[in-house]
């Protein structure tokens, strides 16, 4: 993993060096906070370990200018002071830290917190690939989705066509017959072709708005049913 330190002080870095060598990460050292604000920004350091008291760039404004970008990768920083107390303790969180250690450390204690934050951090990649992975395949989905609606579009519109052509040139024929003489038989026949083929061009169009339509838009389905069920009743 690769860490930053951030201590204007040789032996503190030295030390810590050597603590997070020892634990397997790959360290950067900066001797300020702007030095290193800077190398946090031009790399990818999941650990930061900073001083609270620095020169140019204090611990606290490192921490909240560390928190004020926006970067999809978690950094975790743990941040040193020979201070301690509640109210320091406040402050530090407050400006972002994520651990508080007191100055002078002890190799042991100092090792446990960073396997935590390994782990938090292991969390967090975690989270954030499985993030990807859902928007991913929500993209996936999304993908098919257009390509099923357009499909259904290019359907439907054939539908129509195959569906209502045939039936216009029946009632069309029909409409022909019956300007012609006819006996009682024949006009009866023409006009049966008539009164059913006007039934079936309704109840296509009625199909294929309903295959069309969404369902938010299927509401006038059930005004046309109560409107049919008033007009049997009244039969």
Known sequence: MNTLIADDDDITRLLLSSALTKLGHDVHEATNG?????AWQGGEFPLIISDWMMPDLDGLEFCRRIRAESREDFTYIILLTSRSGKTD???????GADDFVTKPFEREEFAARVRVAER???????LRAANSDLERRVKERTA??????R??????????HELRTPMNHILGFAQVLAMDPLGPEQADSVDQILTSGGHLLTLIDRILAV???????????????LQE???RAAE
């Open 34 to 38: 702007r030095e290193a604000l800077a």
């Open 211 to 225: 295959s069309a339509a969404e369902p938010e838009e299927l509401s006038f389905l059930e005004t046309q049913h």
């Open 89 to 95: 303790y406040l402050e530090a969180m407050g400006a």
């Open 144 to 149: 098919e989705l257009a390509s099923a609606l």
């Open 151 to 160: 499909a259904k579009s290019e359907f439907l519109s054939r539908a129509s």
């Open 120 to 126: 938090i951090l292991g969390l967090h990649e975690t």
């Open 229 to 231: 069920r008033g007009s």
